[in-house]
């Protein structure tokens, strides 16, 4: 299998489309005919109602589903000529309710570079990793800690770092804050603003009224259909 390198690509071409994409759910629901193209370092607010399709566009873009007809390109390369594991090395996905593994928040964070298809990756180090945590405010929050221990907000908060920690080139945030204080999904929303603002494309559903204050794209999910606004 021809594996795609960051290296390789063209960065004048967009870093995510979605070309005339279908996808349905057994019973009917799902996604039809759905195109758009993401720049690098655009920050993307995708909104719909309950159950219009949004965590299923995001669900594509990182092959937790297969797309039923059409293509989905990260960088001009079709997502199905990537190792699993190396797409999502390049393409962050952080869920609504953040997933934790047994062990240490150091175990937690490092991770991504435990598979296969980064072992040849430099590790970053405590100091990057406990710099991230400062950045998103986890400074009562050890490296040799139980994630398990964490609260909500800090467990949302240490699956966004892992997910930035391999450097990927698109972010998906599936409701990252809807479970969250107001305090921590406003840092959440502001990390997610300040990706963007560093080249990285980001994807963000989101359920409130939350207006980014960065230059940014909306989609629309309604009907099976996404628009650009």
Known sequence: MNIPQPDDFNQDMP???????????PGGKGL?????AVPAGQFVLISGSSGAGKSTLLRLAVRL???????????GQPLDSF??????????FVQQMPVILPGSVRDNLLMPFTLQSRTDSTIPSDEILTGWMERLALTDVAL??????LSVGQRQRLCLIRSVLP???VICFDEPTSSLDRESRERVERIAEELAAEGIAVLMVNHTSYHPDCPHMHLTVADGKVEEE
Do not use: M, N
């Open 15 to 25: 870093v995510l489309e979605f070309k005339d994409v279908t996808f349905h759910w």
């Open 144 to 149: 040799d800690d139980e994630a398990g221990d």
């Open 65 to 75: 589903e297969e797309i039923q007809q059409g293509e989905i390109l990260l960088q």
């Open 32 to 36: 039809s005919e759905v195109s758009f």
């Open 83 to 92: 190792y699993p594991p190396a797409l999502r090395t390049r393409i962050g």
């Open 167 to 169: 450097r990927p080139v």
